[in-house]
């Protein structure tokens, strides 16, 4: 069993899930099956991409594909905010821009750390390849 603490990007990551999960809980109807699914599988497969990142002895390939799966989670929250999603409460229109704002800021802070872990450990890769060349 990993724990988080040797894991700090997992922990993130699930971290962000959960933090969605009450934000995404509150969609529309019309939105339940539709992008509210859609940014719950690009979560898990990123979720999913960390664990076989970890597990990999060749990770290139791999953090690459994670590097896109994170940016599409990114795009898929950014478009969710600007249709106005996050400002429903219990599937309502609350109308609350602040309240809508807060939630976006919240996600995007995460968004933006898992972002710069991911990054990191793209460049540590980088260099320890380019190490491995000469």
Sequence with gaps: MTTMQNYPLLYKMRELIKLS???LDHA???EKYASVQKIK???WDVYLLIV???????KRTTLTE???????L?????LYYELG?????DGQN?????YENHRFAAINRQLDEVGAMIGGWIKVEKEAFNNQKN
């Design 21 to 23: 999960k009450l934000y």
């Design 52 to 58: 076989e990142v970890l597990k990999r002895y060749h």
């Design 74 to 78: 990114r795009c898929a929250w950014q």
């Design 28 to 30: 529309p109807k019309s």
């Design 66 to 72: 994670l590097d896109i799966k994170h940016e599409q």
């Design 41 to 43: 599988q690009l979560e």
């Design 94 to 98: 609350s109308h609350d821009k602040a």
């Design 85 to 89: 999603y996050l400002a429903f409460k």
